[in-house]
C-alpha cells in the first residue's frame, strides 16, 4: 500500500473558504475597530475644551471670552490634531463641536461631527442649559450631553441639543 502524502483537494478547498469566511467578518470589524480608536482622540481633546468652559466660567461674558480665546487657537481652528480638523466652543451656548478628518480617519463622511452640549443640573435634578443657568445664577453640577448622527444621549436625560454628523457606531459608549 502507498501511504498519502499531502492533503487531498477538497481539504484544501475547505480550509480556503473557512478563511475566507473569516477574513470576511474579520475585515470589517477591524476597520470599525481603527476608526473607534482615531475617533477617541477626539474624545481627549473634548475634554480639555469641557475644563475650559466649566473652569471659570461665571458670566455669560466670560463665556464667551473663554469661546473666543480657544477658537483662536490654531488659526481659528481650536485644538486640531491628525484626526480632528475642529474642535470649536459656541460663544453664546458653550456648546462644543469636534469636526473629525475623514481623510485620515477614514470610512466616516466628510465634516463628520459630535456634538457636546453643556446643562447644569440643579438640586432637583432639572437640566438647565448653560449660558442660561450662569445668566440667571442657577447653580448645580455640570453635566454633559454628547450627540452623534443618530442617538443622543441628551434626549435620554432631558437636554435637547443638536444631533451630530458621525455615524454611532464610531464612538464611545458616552455617545452611543
Known amino acids: 500500500m502507498k501511504k498519502q502524502l499531502g492533503f487531498t483537494l477538497i481539504e484544501l478547498m475547505i480550509v480556503v473558504a473557512i478563511v475566507g ?11 470599525d ?5 482615531r475617533v477617541s482622540e477626539g474624545m481627549n481633546l473634548v475634554s480639555a475644551a469641557q475644563k475650559y468652559v466649566s473652569g471659570g466660567v461665571a458670566t455669560v461674558d ?3 471670552t473663554a469661546a473666543n480665546s480657544w477658537n483662536a487657537q490654531s488659526g481659528g481652528l481650536g485644538a486640531t490634531s491628525k484626526y480632528v480638523s475642529q474642535l ?3 460663544p453664546a451656548s458653550g456648546e462644543i463641536t469636534i469636526t473629525f478628518n475623514s481623510t485620515t480617519v477614514g470610512l466616516i463622511p466628510v465634516n463628520a461631527s ?12 432639572v437640566p438647565t442649559d448653560f449660558a442660561t ?3 440667571t445664577g442657577v447653580s ?9 448622527d443618530s442617538n443622543n444621549t441628551s434626549v435620554a436625560r ?7 454628523t458621525l455615524p454611532s457606531k464610531y464612538v464611545s459608549i458616552e455617545c452611543r
Open 21 to 31: 469566511i473569516l477574513a470576511s467578518i474579520a475585515l470589517p470589524a477591524y476597520q
Open 140 to 148: 448645580g453640577s455640570i453635566d454633559w450631553s454628547c450627540s452623534s
Open 33 to 37: 475597530y481603527t476608526v473607534r480608536g
Open 133 to 135: 443657568a450662569i445668566s
Open 62 to 64: 466670560d463665556l464667551g
Open 114 to 125: 459630535l456634538i457636546f452640549t453643556p446643562y447644569v443640573r440643579t438640586g432637583a435634578g
Open 88 to 90: 470649536l466652543i459656541d
Open 158 to 164: 432631558s437636554m435637547p441639543s443638536v444631533l451630530g
